[in-house]
């Protein structure tokens, strides 16, 4: 049976971030499926990362206003109306015809920040020239070829992207047996388009090891953040940083931002969920730099226990690609609008209008 084709209007039922999970699944291929669902090994930290939230309780407080409330914040020198944004999420034309350009227009109606993959199937300037662009930044895989990944710096910055998020934590993709298991496999017709050719993956010979002689002769190391720091002109953000060592390495490097990710749990199994790693890594940072989060946010709630518990903002990457799959622009912008609202009504019901007032106090801890 063919898969049906994207929603035109949003259905009575979805109602919940988490109900396009069904219209998504009818609507994709086995391969993209898993692609998008799969985890590392056991997929441990995929569920750990929503487990870990329901386990935070909240506090409520009553009879305060929140009148004249609202969910505005600063960050590196821009206002953004709301802190949820697109986490960056490869291959989008496995989820819908339009693919990035699809979710960009979804993001743009909704004012909400997209940051871009590196590996995406639409280019970062088609993107960024749209008619509606939302807010942009660019996620860079640093390339084995530095004048590769010097190049997409440059083209980023010269596009009007307002920041830079260098994800550190997949040196190697992870062991995904989810996707092994439906034989995942990119179709021909689809590449990553920013990319001047797929770079051929390192080899070892017969009797060495394939990560360590292989892999990793090319993996990116803080030698290369320093590089980067002294080419970009952008804010350099590091994705991927879950161990307040590194965290503290990176603020006395002189990055201008952290994002707290496991990446979605689809690197390595059973580290902690990313919520559990924030308090750790907010206490070694100090106030140094900002902290974004993603990983398991599903609902207002999560965002605003994220706030409390030290980010300046979220990232969410499946539910909005789910809705991307169910509903084209129509479905991410719904998606996004019901995760906002429901922040504000938690917000409204713990007494803090603004974001700035979300503190460890507003919880059950
Ligand atoms: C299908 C898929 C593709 C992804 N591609 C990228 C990518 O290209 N770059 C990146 O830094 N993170 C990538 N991620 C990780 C997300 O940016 C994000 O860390 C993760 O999805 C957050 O967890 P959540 O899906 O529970 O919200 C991808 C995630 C998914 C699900
Ligand atoms: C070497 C890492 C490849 C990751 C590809 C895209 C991604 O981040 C993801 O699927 O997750």
């Keep these: 049976m063919s898969p049906k084709s994207p929603l035109t209007v949003i259905p009575p039922d979805i109602v919940a971030v988490s109900d396009y999970e069904a219209y998504a699944r009818e609507r994709l291929s086995d391969m993209a499926w898993a692609y998008l669902q799969a985890g590392a090994g056991d997929e441990h930290t995929v569920r750990r990362n929503l487990e870990a939230f329901s386990e935070i309780l909240l506090k409520g407080r009553v009879l305060g206003s929140a009148a004249g409330g609202h969910t505005r914040l600063s960050l590196f020198g821009h206002v953004y109306e709301h802190p949820i944004f697109l ?13 990035e350009r699809a979710t960009a227009l979804g993001a743009a109606v909704t004012q909400t920040l997209m940051v871009l993959s590196t590996l995406s199937t639409v280019t970062l300037e088609e993107v960024a020239q749209a008619e509606t662009a939302p807010p942009l930044w660019f996620q860079l895989y640093l390339q084995a070829d530095r004048s590769v990944s010097l190049d997409l710096i440059h083209r980023a910055q010269r596009e009007g992207y307002r920041a830079l998020v260098i994800t550190v934590d997949a040196a190697m993709a992870g062991v ?23 770079s051929p993956v390192p080899t070892a010979a017969p009797g060495q090891s394939r990560v360590f002689d292989g892999l990793m002769k090319t993996a990116p190391g803080w030698d290369d953040i320093e590089w980067v720091l002294s080419e970009a002109r952008l804010p350099v953000i590091l994705k991927g940083i879950m161990a307040p060592e590194d965290a503290d390495h990176a603020c006395r490097m002189g990055v201008h931002g952290l994002i707290v990710s496991n990446h979605g749990g689809r690197v390595l199994d059973t580290l902690p969920a990313a919520i559990e790693a924030l308090p750790t890594v907010a206490a070694v940072v100090a106030g140094r730099v900002p902290i974004l989060l993603d990983g398991g946010i599903r609902r207002g709630s999560d965002v605003f226990k994220a706030l409390a518990l030290g980010a300046s903002a979220v990232l969410v990457g499946r539910p909005y690609v789910q809705a991307l799959a169910a509903a084209g622009p129509l479905g991410v912008a719904h998606a996004i609008r019901t995760l906002r609202e429901e922040l504000e009504v938690v917000m409204a019901l713990s007494g803090t209008p603004t974001l700035d007032r979300i503190r460890a106090e507003h ?3």
Excluded: C, I, T
């Design 87 to 99: 986490a960056p999420v490869a291959y989008q034309k496995l989820f819908h015809s339009d693919g």
């Design 363 to 365: 919880l059950s801890l």
């Design 176 to 198: 995904r047996n989810r996707e092994q298991r439906a034989g995942f496999r990119l179709p021909p017709h689809l590449s990553a388009v920013n990319l001047p050719s797929q």
